[in-house]
């Protein structure tokens, strides 16, 4: 039965309980079987039957509820004995509301585990780091303005200043390209413009560097940050500092026997579309801290490794 609100009995008396926002997703899936296996109950987020069959089938409990619905998300973070929140809408034609609705989610949650000493574990990106520093490399030690409004480090901002009330607050920033399969990220995005285009294409000379995190050491970082994360904490889930784009593109290339060509800033908005922004970005990012603060060893496929195996390129 969907959980509905209200103490979750079942998980109380057999493991800690996490309730699990963006459950179903492609790193919140992972993140799921990550905690069961390592014996936690779940109460996961389900906008729709079909979701919350997903997470039974699992052997986690489906909360009905979504994003814009904060009395569901406090309900669901009332009944845990902690939150991991994952879900968040990629529609990048709104993503300042979609960023406000960000923020609303994380406010809801931290609201119903305030005073209470329990773990919030909120998702940001490393491409904030880029807005936040640019030209550094990314390191934990980058905090967020409280003051901005920008989506995402709002969200962050939102998440330190509940780790001052009583709840033990911290930030994950995921890697552009978080990677595996099933991914409908970044990369995807890429193949799919070069299928379209004929082009493997980079900007300029190709040499800006996304980090990069194969989904299951992503989901074993995330499941570190919610059993140990000291309250305030801002973790990287970056197994690789930074992969050149260029890189990346000739290996398309390769794979899909096409020609590879730098274009220039100009026309990037014309041949990526909505990507056109992040192609362009060096994002060069450290988790050297994470590491020495959870001993996570990210130990999966690096990106590279795991586009050669080719199920990123299968039709």
């Given at each position: 039965?969907?959980?509905r ?12 309980c ?5 459950a179903t ?37 489906a909360h ?16 845990a ?11 990048f ?17 931290g ?15 490393t ?42 607050a911290?930030?994950?920033r ?17 193949i ?7 082009v ?11 980090p990069?995190?194969?989904?299951l050491?992503?989901a ?9 994360a ?5 973790l ?18 390769r794979r ?36 020495k ?6 130990e ?10 080719g ?5």
């Amino acid at each position: 039965m969907p959980h509905r609100g209200g103490p979750c009995s079942s998980c109380r008396r057999i493991a800690p309980c996490v309730f699990v926002t963006g459950a179903t997703g492609f790193i919140g899936s992972a993140v799921v079987r990550e905690l069961l296996e390592a014996g936690h109950q779940v109460l996961g987020l389900a906008r729709s039957d079909t979701a919350a069959a997903a997470l039974t089938a699992v052997g986690a409990e489906a909360h009905r509820g979504s994003l814009d619905d904060p009395d569901r998300l406090h309900e669901g973070a009332a009944a845990a004995d902690g939150v991991i929140h994952l879900a968040f809408n990629h529609d990048f034609s709104d993503y300042v509301a979609n960023g406000k609705l960000d923020l609303g989610a994380v406010e809801a949650l931290g609201a119903a585990l305030e005073g209470t000493g329990k773990p919030l574990v909120v998702t940001s990106g490393t491409l904030m780091l880029t807005m936040m520093a640019p030209g550094r490399l990314g390191t934990e030690e980058i905090v967020p303005d409280p003051g901005s409004e920008a989506p995402r480090i709002a969200s962050e901002s939102a998440a330190m200043a509940l780790a001052a009330r009583g709840v033990r607050a911290s930030v994950v920033r995921l890697s552009p390209t978080v990677h595996g399969e099933g991914d409908k990220g970044f990369v995807p995005s890429l193949i799919g413009i070069a299928r379209e285009t004929g082009v493997s294409a980079f900007v300029g000379d190709g040499s800006n560097r996304w980090p990069a995190v194969h989904r299951l050491d992503a989901a074993h970082l995330f499941r570190l940050a919610v059993e140990a994360a000291p309250a305030g904490s801002i973790l990287h889930g970056a197994a690789e500092e930074g992969v050149p784009l260029r890189d990346i593109a000739e290996l398309i290339g390769r794979r899909l026997k096409m020609p590879v060509a730098g274009i220039t800033t100009e026309d990037a908005s014309r041949h990526f579309g909505f990507l056109a922004a992040a192609v362009s970005l060096d994002n060069p990012t450290s988790s050297a801290l994470t590491r020495k603060l959870l001993g996570w060893r990210p130990e999966h496929p690096a990106l590279v490794p795991d586009l050669e195996a080719g199920h990123y390129f299968n039709d």
